[in-house]
Structures are given as C-alpha cells and as structure tokens.
C-alpha cells in the first residue's frame, strides 16, 4: 500500500512539472522551430502557420505579459519583426503583416510566455473576410507541417536574414570607405 501511494506521489509530480512546463522555454520546441536568435529574442517558424511564413517572435527571458518586457527586450522584438518581414518578403511575396500579441488568458493568450504572431499577406490576399475565416478556423486545425517542411522553412528563413544582415554590413563598409 505505502508502495503504490509513494508510486502515484512521484508519478503525479513528474507529470504535473511536464505540464507546468512553457512550451517555448523547452530546448527541442526552439531547436525544432528557430530561424533566428539573439541575445534576447528567438524568432520560430509556426508549426501551424495561417499562411506560408507566419512566425512568432518571443523573448528568451520568461515573461507573460507585454508590459514586462524591458527596452531593450523591445527594441530586439522590433529589429527581430523587422527581419523577419524582410526574410518573409523575400521568400513569399510578402506585402503586409499582422502582428498579434494576446495579453491574458482572457483574449486567448494560449502559451503563458510572451510571444508575437507575425502573419503576412501579400498583395492578392485581399479578402478580409477570407482572412477573418481561416483566422477564426485556425483554432480547429490539427494538421501541423511536417519535419521535413518545417526544416526547410526554418532553413530558408535562416539563409534569408543572413544574407540581409550581410548586404547590411557590405552597405556600411561601402559608406564608410566613400566617405
């Protein structure tokens, strides 16, 4: 008896820390998912994304709530946006964005880690009532892609923002000898 109580003691725990667990604080989601990382910021591939390079941005520090992002953790979420959309424009004919950020569970916020969706349109995705629907249905789907395609994303957009930062030092260094 004292067997089987000691048993469901460390069995309940271990399973309870599993679940207390943020899931983009966990080693493999970052290592699955990540294009890109910073001191203070990784950027992640959407395993289910609306539509082909929709992204989350995050900082590495565990927070819950937009206000308890420091400046400089704000300012490395805006540069990290801003590559993103670059890479995202590159790869998929990108013309716009929505960034979605829930703030409580209260509007959704379904991962208690703060996090940013990064979802682009381009230019002939104009329906908004299109958009709304497959947002409202994005909640149902189950089908994630798969390793091979997640991969191939996370490559590519990895590729993109490194050739985009080279261009940007070649620029400097061209600037810099012109003047």
């Known amino acids: 008896m004292r067997i089987s109580r000691l048993f469901f003691i460390i069995f309940f725990f271990s399973i309870a820390s599993v679940f207390a667990q943020c899931t983009f604080c966990t080693k493999q989601v970052i290592d699955y998912q990540k294009y890109y990382e910073d001191d203070l910021v990784v950027a992640l591939y959407c395993f289910r994304p609306m539509y082909p390079g929709h992204c989350l941005i995050l900082p590495k520090r565990h ?22 959309h670059k890479a995202v424009k590159n790869l998929f004919q990108a013309s716009s964005y ?53 991969n191939e994303m996370t490559y590519a957009m990895s590729e993109e923002i490194k050739k985009s930062q080279k261009l940007k030092q070649l620029s400097f260094l061209f600037k810099k000898s012109s003047s």
Not at 67 to 83: F, H, N, Y
């Open 63 to 84: 927070i819950e709530r937009f206000e308890e992002l420091t400046s400089d953790e704000m300012l490395a979420v805006q540069k990290t946006i801003c590559l993103t």
């Open 98 to 150: 929505l960034l979605l950020q829930k703030n409580g569970k209260e509007v959704g916020q379904s991962q208690p880690h703060l996090h940013f969706h990064y979802i682009p349109r381009r230019a002939d995705q104009t329906s908004t009532i299109g958009f709304l629907w497959k947002f409202f249905l994005q909640v149902f789907r189950k089908d994630n892609i798969s390793k091979e395609h997640m």
